[in-house]
């Protein structure tokens, strides 16, 4: 049976030098932005977890990419990691299935000493199709286990069914782990339309603390029922694939475009952040996680959480704007 927690990266095959990239010296990290914290653009922007109230900053980073090995491409994951707390950010989404991400997210934390000003999110699946048999609430366990080793922490803050692979089986065991205080919230993730309805079952039977979904100006089916849902459950939303897609597909189709005026309405100097402030303002969302490997690209996704956010009007303008390159 194939691995339900393998991507299928081609960079998943390479793993070998991972010591020596990780190894390289790193640069002086940069003075830290406190959530609050005052620039030019305005106050970090955070929204409350419903179920603690602890805040989070409404921009994190997604990590798919994150598994790789060589020194050339551990560099610009290094710096993009050391800059996203000096940034203000926290929110760091990885998954067991994302090659050897948690791993490389793990080495690097603990190097630079990063893990108390992180938001560790991971996610593990036990697959859910086929006819092979289902693993064992024990092979489940010994599963949920190893994402402590590969991040190189005692406590994870947010453990999450991949996919909604396995609830059943893996969701009693992630709650003893949280009764345990070694993970801080549940949840559940889809980026597919087809599993909303199992995902709104599970969020009606569920103790969920979070869901992931996707989210964007290209897609926006997540509005129709899973947001409003979990705004009025109180579950917290990570909004997955912001930009379409590892293939970025809503940035490449405005590749060339000029930048809306009205854009600087909302401080935005960038389609990225157009298109984040975008989903940000969303009342049900907590934080969007943008994945990228660029530490330019996180600086440019960073200041979607500062500055004004779009009111009813200007999201239905950038709807307008985005529906009329989209299909002229
Ligand atoms: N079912 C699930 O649970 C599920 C499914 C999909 C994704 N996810 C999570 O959600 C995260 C986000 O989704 P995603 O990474 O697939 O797609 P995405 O965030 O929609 O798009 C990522 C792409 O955008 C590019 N990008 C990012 N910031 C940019 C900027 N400011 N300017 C120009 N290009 C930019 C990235 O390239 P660069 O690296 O060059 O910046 C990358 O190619 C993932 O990393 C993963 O953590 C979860």
Known sequence: MSDPNRHPSRRDAIRAGLAAGLGLAFSRLPAAAQP?????????????????????????????????????????IRETLQRLP?????????ARGYGS????????????????????ATKYSLGGRGAAPAPSAQEARAGLEQAFARLQTDRIDLMMVHN?????TLMPL???????GRFRYLGISTSSDGQYPALLQAMNDLPLDFIEVDYSIGNRNAEQQVLPAAQEKGIAVLINMPFGGRRASMLTEVA????????????????????????IAQPAVTAVIPGTRNPRHLEDNAAAARGPLPDQRMRRRIEAFYDGVAKG
């Open 256 to 279: 060339g475009q000029a930048l809306p005026e009205f854009a600087k309405e909302i401080g935005a100097t960038s389609f990225a952040q157009l298109f984040l402030k975008y989903l």
């Open 86 to 94: 000096a940034l203000g950010l926290r929110v760091v989404d990885t």
């Open 164 to 168: 909604l692979g396995g609830t059943e």
């Open 174 to 180: 992630m709650q003893e782990l949280k009764q345990a």
């Open 36 to 76: 609050g914290s005052q620039d030019a653009a305005g106050p970090l922007i955070t929204r409350r977890i419903p179920k603690t109230g602890e805040a989070l900053p409404v921009v994190g980073i997604g990590t798919n990419q994150f598994g790789v090995s060589t020194p050339e491409e551990l560099a610009p």
């Open 101 to 120: 991400s948690e791993e490389v997210i793990g080495r690097i934390v603990k190097e630079m000493g990063l893990r108390d000003r992180l938001f560790l």
